[in-house]
């Protein structure tokens, strides 16, 4: 089934306003969706086949409040084959139905000693450590994409007055992508403090980059599911991030419904 027919389900008129797209730890989202309809990312041309344990593969439309939103459950990772432009298509497909604004969410790690483990982090800006970007052999002057402001002020201000209004804690930083597969050496998590880095992760730049590029707003949001290596005793592992992700997932998705609900 197309995402056209699939939309035409949904009242007359219906097309999402904002995609997001739903990482470790935030899978509970999709329970706050009214009127919703999944359409497996196999049914979908373009739209990436994940690999990775613990990552569904579905498209989501449903409305948050009165928003309509497409929640994309599952996302193609740099470190799966190499390519960083795995979520091209998928975000080409959403601006075309009508998306003005991009919501990203991960699992992180954090290189701040008074941000914890199951704590929430908004982004401000990133760190594109590898320097891989999905616009490499793009032609035309709009591949060269201002990158200041990346992440929305508005958005993130928004972001900020509801997570005061529902008296959640909400740190703000700068994010560290790493390619990955594997997790950092000590040495590289000392190196991200150095750098101006809150948190690593081996997500989301990529397609905060597409989204500029489309001209999407963008709002992101890290999870976090443990200290950088090296800072505490605990052993790093995907089982862990998971664990850890499951454990603040209702918190971190009803901070997320409240956020999407109301964004201006
Ligand atoms: N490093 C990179 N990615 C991660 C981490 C980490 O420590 N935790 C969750 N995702």
């Not at 497409?70 to 959403?94: I, N, Q």
């Not at 928004?158 to 997570?163: G, I």
């Amino acid at each position: 089934m197309s995402v056209l027919t699939t939309m035409q389900q949904h009242t007359p008129g219906w097309a999402p306003r904002i995609a997001v797209v739903l990482g470790s730890g935030w899978g509970s989202l999709t329970e706050h969706l009214s009127h919703a309809v999944q359409i497996p990312y196999t049914e979908l041309e373009g739209f990436p086949q994940p690999t990775v344990a613990g990552h569904s593969a579905t498209l989501w439309l449903g409305n948050l409040g009165t928003q309509p939103v497409a929640v994309m459950s599952g996302r193609k990772h740099g470190y799966e084959t190499g390519a960083v432009d795995g979520m091209a298509k998928p975000l080409k497909m959403l601006k075309e139905l009508g998306c003005h604004t991009l919501v990203q969410t991960n699992a992180a790690g954090s290189v701040r000693t008074d941000m914890p483990p199951q704590s929430l982090m908004l982004l401000h800006d990133h760190l594109n450590l590898p320097q891989r970007s999905p616009l490499v052999g793009l032609s035309g002057s709009d591949r060269f994409v201002n990158m200041v402001d990346a992440y929305d002020p508005a958005l993130r201000a928004h972001a900020r007055h509801t997570a005061q209004a529902k008296g959640v804690m909400l740190f703000e930083g700068t994010y560290a992508w790493f390619l990955g597969p594997q997790f950092e050496t000590p040495a590289e998590i000392r190196m991200a403090q150095r750098l101006g880095a809150d948190a690593v992760g081996m997500s989301t730049v990529p397609e905060t980059i597409l989204a500029r590029h489309l001209g999407l707003r963008v709002l992101a949001l890290s999870f976090i599911t443990n200290f950088g290596a090296g800072m505490s005793t605990e052993q790093l592992s995907h089982a862990h991030t998971l664990q850890q992700a499951q454990e603040g997932s209702a918190k971190a998705s009803q901070l997320l419904a409240d956020i999407i609900a109301h964004l201006p």
